[in-house]
């Protein structure tokens, strides 16, 4: 393009006890849609004998450009100089990285009869961290029993997989139920305006041609009619025969084999496709590039022509030759597809025989 790429002077701050701090050289903010906190570390100024006022386990926000982009707790604050610079390096995460280490704690340990949002909103009340619905999350669920030391995002992602939504935190330090690539961000990317370098990632290492999933009927007289549900989907692109049987849960339905073998074909799909790009600053327009938004893409080296892509993991980063720069991974949408599936299952009671070694065996194996 005949125009030039103007980077907004956009800075990293961090606000700890109403103070703000600027951030400098190697200064790095990382985010991405398949962990459920994001990171940072920061250096700010030290002055030899007056240390910031900075300590671990304080609340944080991080600011880049004037946006809060995580907001979370310091888990270091360590003192360090060489021959040109003093500082302290602040490193942290956000608020809901306190759920991947906890273990889930509810009274009787089950719901019966609750909606995904109950669930999450019970889970994370003793860390006082929101819940914020932005998708349809469905019907009740009937029954949720937490496992034993289970940690709290795995328990929120079971529940979650169970209605088909994706579980995010956002910049405020809640946790967001949403669905993959809901908004479109204002910007673009655009080889020869802001892009410094790209690289193509991924590979159908785990891609397969045919999808295949047994199933068991809600009502049956026999073992072998429970067995008679099949579905199958084919990845048209996989023309070598490399078949993948996918295990359904408890009692299913045609439908819901139907739509375990499509959402399978489709998340393995985005998966083995993706761009990492390097672009110009830390914001478009004044605004950080985004987590889990939408992004047109001009690239004729990549062959995309506006398509819009989504915005996988963010990471804003000082580098020392390129500058202040965002490194963006772009994958289709399908690659986080969401639909409610079953992770857990239900045994059938077979006649009223009191005897288990005379009972079909149903190959149920505890609920994951």
């Known amino acids: 393009m005949a125009e030039q790429y103007t980077r907004d002077a ?3 701050t961090l606000t700890v006890g109403n103070v703000v701090y600027d951030g400098w050289i190697r200064s790095e903010v990382d985010r991405s849609i398949e962990a459920v906190a994001g990171t940072f570390s920061v250096p700010v100024t030290l002055i030899p004998g007056q240390p910031p006022a900075i300590k671990r386990g304080e ?8 946006h809060t982009v995580i907001t979370g707790y310091v888990l270091a604050a360590e003192p360090f100089y060489n021959g040109k610079d003093c500082g302290m390096m602040v490193a942290g995460r956000d608020r809901t990285g306190d759920l991947v280490r906890s273990s889930a704690q509810h009274q009787g340990g089950q719901w019966r009869n609750a909606k995904l949002d109950r669930i999450a909103a019970d889970l994370l009340k003793p860390y006082g961290i929101g819940v914020v619905v932005e998708t349809d999350i469905g019907a009740p669920i009937a029954e949720f029993k937490l ?3 289970e940690p709290v995002v795995d328990a929120l992602a079971r529940a979650a997989k ?11 330090g809640r946790l967001l139920l949403t669905k993959a690539g ?5 910007g673009a990317i655009r080889r020869g305006w802001n892009v410094i370098e790209m690289a193509s990632v991924g590979s159908d290492e785990g891609r397969h041609s045919h999808y295949i999933a047994y199933g068991q009927r809600n009502v049956v007289d026999d073992f072998e009619t429970a067995r008679s549900l099949k579905a199958v989907a084919k990845d048209e692109d996989i023309k070598r025969y490399l078949p993948l049987q996918i295990s359904a849960d408890g009692n299913t339905t045609q439908a819901e084999l139907e739509t375990l073998v499509q959402h399978t074909m489709r998340v393995r799909r985005g998966h083995s496709m993706g761009f990492r790009y390097v672009v110009e600053g830390w914001t478009f327009e004044g605004h950080p590039w985004p987590l889990n938004e939408r992004v047109p893409i001009y690239d004729d080296v990549a062959g995309l022509d506006g ?17 202040d720069v965002t490194e963006l991974l772009m994958r289709p949408v399908e690659a986080y597809d969401t639909a409610p599936l079953k992770t857990k299952v239900k045994r ?7 005897n288990p ?7 149920a194996q505890g609920g994951r």
Do not use: M, N, T
């Not at 169970?162 to 405020?172: C, W």
């Not at 819009?308 to 390129?322: G, K, N, P, T």
């Open 348 to 354: 059938k009671h077979w006649g009223g025989r009191s």
């Open 182 to 186: 809901a908004r479109r961000f204002r």
């Open 307 to 323: 398509a819009e892509w989504l915005v996988a993991s963010v990471r804003q980063r000082c580098d020392l030759q390129q500058g």
């Open 59 to 66: 609340e944080v926000s991080v600011q880049i450009g004037g």
């Open 147 to 149: 496992y034993p030391g």
């Open 357 to 363: 070694s005379e009972r079909p065996r149903d190959g």
């Open 10 to 12: 956009a800075k990293i």
């Open 162 to 172: 169970l209605r088909g939504v994706l579980v995010v935190p956002d910049a405020r």
